[in-house]
């Protein structure tokens, strides 16, 4: 079994900055894309930020310059740095893993539980 904990949301006046953690759990052999994602009410869950394991990074435009996605390997672990929040950025924040239990096991999604990000004064 394995979980995805999200940690580090909450309320933020605009222009600040928030830190976002996701550690993942359980059977682990290895985890080959992490990432973040967000969803409002009115919107489907769209792509934030992705890190491949060995580094590599994409962001959606609207957060490129601000949003910065990290992990550490070693503790199966990864971040999401939020700086110069705008209230647009409001949403839940959710963590995604795509990894593989076994050596000959297939790579599966995992999701965490959310996280809610609130920008405003």
């Known amino acids: 079994q394995v979980q995805l904990v999200e940690s580090g949301g909450g309320l933020v006046q605009p222009g600040g900055s928030l830190r976002l953690s996701c550690v993942v759990s359980?059977?682990?052999?290895?985890?080959?894309?992490m990432a973040w994602y967000r969803q409002t009410p009115d919107q489907q869950r769209g792509l934030v930020a992705v890190i491949q394991w060995r580094g590599s990074t994409n962001y959606v435009d609207s957060v490129k310059g601000r949003f910065t996605i990290t992990r550490d390997n070693a503790n199966n672990t990864v971040y999401l740095q939020m700086n110069s929040l705008k209230p647009e950025d409001t949403a839940v924040y959710y963590c995604?893993?795509?990894?593989?239990?076994?050596?000959?096991?297939?790579?599966?999604?995992?999701w965490g539980q959310g996280t809610q990000v609130t920008v405003s004064s």
């Open positions: 359980g059977s682990i052999y290895s985890i080959n894309v």
């Open positions: 995604y893993a795509n990894l593989r239990n076994s050596r000959l096991a297939g790579a599966i999604d995992y």
